[in-house]
């Protein structure tokens, strides 16, 4: 039983292109591509400076066409995406939100649709670019914490943009055991195996509570004015943005602009894999904005998503097994994520509701006021995390389990 219980754990793995260690973040990050495509590597990896000095939108113009036929595998294409999208970023902001670049260049453009599409990813700079492949070792024999881990490209903000995105890495690395035991779970529950249910369930609290434990580093490596008046226009997108109200042309792909959501944490498939596994829903503008944000996500993390979703529901499992071990199991999975959130709601309060309304000096002619209510992501951060948090607190199972599913209902 136990040999079988590995063997589908490793096809999962596979099928959903996750590690049990690493969960959905991409091992072992390529930094280097065909020496045809150097000419993107020395844009994003001198990005900061050029952004600083002016002088990237300039050598973009320069940039000859390139295809992306002599990219060969996922990791090169992974790389190629998170370089075109730094550019990109870059490009767009270098001005700040007084002049953002309304047209992105047909030699920036085209190469990124067509390596986005192989990748079946929005050509946009995402979560999973940005926090999931962006990382490398500094003593490749050392551990990944957060004093050996650096940056594969950054954006100005020093210090502050490599713990904010390094911290996010973290976080992900902490949900790797959780999205192990949720399919543990999964698999459990198909043959009414209810000790390892259980376990399954612990596993996956255990794991809500290391990454809230993790987030808290971001207080010690990112500084508020940092973070707000320099790096947070960078991952900015063009979607519900009033900086840029009808999205953005892509030269050679579309004669017509093209609207496309900044990175943020709701690109996460960690918190939207606990949301089907916990059978948590959310509504309206929330729930739309949700299953969006699934467009942003690797295809192969997506499928792991939406094969929970259609799984029998577990807390209707539980319920019906009048189980108080494990409507506890399952209330501590559900409060674990309720804290997550709450955590996740006062630091965003910290980084960006407090800056904005102190109305802090912009040093590289940042997001000022333009985002003051406006999540990366094009969301009404405030509402869109109240609602998160309120709907998981829904999901909790209030009565004792010998109650009839009738009476709950």
């Known amino acids: ?42 844009l994003a990896n001198n990005l900061t400076h050029l952004i600083k000095s002016r002088k990237l939108r300039d050598l973009v113009h320069k940039m000859p066409v390139l295809s992306p036929n002599l990219l060969s595998n996922h990791r090169e294409l992974r ?22 670049a309304q047209i992105l260049p047909k030699a920036l453009a085209l190469p990124y649709w067509l ?31 957060i004093g050996n881990l650096d940056l ?22 902490a949900a790797s055991s959780g999205i192990t035991g949720a399919l543990e779970v999964m698999h459990a529950m198909k043959i009414s ?8 369930l612990v596993k996956v609290t255990q794991s809500l509570k290391k990454m809230k434990e993790t987030f808290k580093l971001m ?43 900044g990175g943020s944490a709701a690109q996460s498939s960690a918190l939207q894999c606990y949301d089907a596994l916990l059978c948590i829903h959310h509504e309206d503008e929330t729930g739309a904005f949700l299953t ?17 979703s259609v799984c029998p529901s577990l807390r209707d499992f539980i319920l019906s097994h009048r189980s108080s071990d494990l409507c506890q199991a399952f209330n501590s999975c559900i409060s674990a994520l309720v804290d997550l959130r709450n955590y996740h709601l006062k630091t965003v309060a910290k980084y960006v509701i407090l800056p904005g ?27 869109f995390l109240k609602s998160t948090r309120n709907a998981t607190q829904k999901a909790l199972i209030q009565e004792r389990p010998s109650a009839s599913r009738e009476t709950e209902i």
């Open 152 to 173: 594969i490209f950054s954006f100005p903000g020093g210090e502050s943009c490599r713990g904010f995105f390094i911290v996010s890495l973290l976080v992900e690395m």
């Open 1 to 42: 039983m136990e040999t079988n219980s590995r063997e589908a754990l490793q096809e999962d793995y596979d099928a959903f292109d996750i590690s049990d260690e690493l969960g959905f973040i991409l091992e072992e990050p390529l930094n280097h591509l065909p020496d045809h495509y150097q000419v993107w590597l020395d």
């Open 79 to 100: 790389l190629a995406h998170l370089a075109l999208g730094f550019i990109s970023m870059g490009y767009v902001w270098q001005e700040g939100q007084q002049s953002p």
């Open 115 to 145: 390596v986005s599409d192989r990748l079946g990813l929005p050509a946009i700079l995402t979560y999973a670019d940005s926090v999931l492949c962006n990382w490398k070792l500094r003593d490749p024999t050392g551990d990944m914490e």
């Open 193 to 200: 195996d209810l000790s390892s249910l259980q376990r399954g």
């Open 219 to 261: 207080h010690n490596h990112v500084d508020p004015t940092a973070f707000h008046g320099t790096l947070r226009i960078f991952v900015s997108g063009w979607r519900d943005n009033p900086m840029l109200p009808r999205g953005l042309l892509y030269e050679g792909v579309s004669n017509e602009p093209i609207l496309l959501s």
């Open 357 to 383: 309304s102190q109305a802090m000096g912009c040093p590289l002619r940042g997001v000022g006021t333009a985002l003051r209510t406006t999540g990366t992501g094009g969301s009404s951060f405030m509402v």
């Open 292 to 308: 969006r944000m699934r467009e942003y996500m690797p295809p192969a993390h997506r499928r792991l998503i939406e094969t929970l």
